[in-house]
C-alpha cells in the first residue's frame, strides 16, 4: 500500500524548499500525493514545485510563510481552508551553532517558536480534521542532538527533544484513532544548510553523514510502525553507545567535545 493509498491524497510540508523538505516533496510526489509546501524564501520554492508539477503530473501549492511567526500556523491554516490535510511533515527548524550566550533572546525566541510552538501549533489545528476523518499521518523531525545536552548547539538540541517527546506522545494518543505521529531523529545530513556550515570530520568513527533521501525513504518505511526511530545504522550504534552503555556525562562532554572540534569553536 503506498502512502497515499493509506492516508491520502495530499501533503502538506514545511520547510520544503531544500535538503529534507525537498526530499519529501518529490517522494512524495513520486506516489501520486498533490502537496501544498511552505517555506520562507519563494524562489526555490516555486523552481521545487514546477519541476515536480512537470515530472509527477501532480498539483502543488505553494506558501511564502515565516515559520517562527507567532501566527504562522493560523496562517497556514487560513490559506489551506477546507482543503484536508492527509500528511502534514515539519521539517523547518532553526539552528545557531556557538556559545548560547552570544545569541540574543530574540533568537532565542524565534528558535523556540520555529522548531517547538509552530509545530505544535499546527498539529493541533491540522490533527482536529485527521481525528475527525479518521485517517492521517504526522511527521515531526527530530535530532540525535536531543537525545542528551549538546554543547553549542543547546536551544536546537531542546527543541528537538521537545519535538521527539510530543510526536512520541501524540503517537500514542492518537495511534487507536486511525492517525499514525513519529518522530524522525535523523543524525548528519547532506542538506544545504550543513554543507554551508563547513563541517570538519572529527573521528574515523563518527557514523556516515546521510543523504536527504536516505533519511526520508527510512522515515516513510516507519511510519505507523514505531512512535520514533534513528537514521542510519551508524546513527543506530552510535545513539546506542551514548545513552545505554556511557554515563550520562560522558555523553553529554563527547557531544560537545565533538561539537566543538567539528566546528573549531
Known amino acids: 500500500m503506498t502512502v497515499k493509498q493509506k492516508y491520502g491524497p495530499l501533503a502538506l510540508i514545511a520547510g520544503a ?32 514545485a514546477a519541476s515536480l508539477k512537470e515530472k509527477y503530473n501532480i498539483e502543488v501549492t505553494c506558501i511564502t510563510c515565516d515559520l517562527a511567526s507567532v501566527d504562522a500556523a493560523m496562517q497556514l491554516q487560513k490559506v489551506v481552508g477546507e482543503k484536508e490535510i492527509n500528511l502534514l511533515v515539519y521539517n523547518a527548524a532553526l539552528s545557531y551553532i556557538g556559545p548560547f550566550e552570544n545569541n540574543t533572546i530574540e533568537q532565542h525566541n524565534q528558535l523556540a517558536q520555529a522548531n517547538m510552538i509552530t509545530p505544535m501549533n499546527m498539529m493541533q489545528l491540522f490533527g482536529a480534521s485527521m481525528l475527525r476523518q479518521k485517517k492521517g499521518a504526522m511527521i515531526l523531525m527530530a535530532s540525535l542532538a536531543g537525545f542528551q545536552g549538546s554543547g553549542f548547539l543547546a536551544a536546537y538540541a531542546a527543541s528537538k527533544a521537545f519535538n521527539r517527546i510530543l510526536a512520541e506522545s501524540l503517537w500514542y494518543e492518537w495511534k487507536d484513532r486511525s492517525v499514525d505521529v513519529i518522530a524522525c531523529c535523523a543524525g ?43 537514521t542510519g545504522t551508524g546513527n543506530k550504534f552510535a545513539s546506542f553507545i551514548m545513552q545505554r552503555l556511557m554515563p550520562r556525562k560522558m555523553a553529554i562532554t563527547i557531544m560537545g567535545d565533538t561539537t566543538r572540534k567539528m566546528y573549531r569553536l
Open 17 to 48: 524548499s531544500e535538503g529534507i523538505g525537498a526530499a519529501f516533496a518529490t517522494q512524495l510526489a513520486a506516489s501520486g500525493m498533490d502537496l501544498i509546501l511552505v517555506a520562507r524564501r519563494k524562489e526555490p520554492l516555486g523552481i521545487l
Open 188 to 230: 548528519a545530513t547532506s542538506t544545504p544548510n550543513y554543507i554551508e556550515t563547513k563541517p570538519e570530520k572529527t573521528s574515523i568513527f563518527a557514523p556516515k553523514v546521510q543523504s536527504p533521501d536516505e533519511v526520508v525513504t527510512e522515515c516513510l518505511q516507519k511510519l505507523g510502525k514505531t512512535p520514533s526511530f534513528i
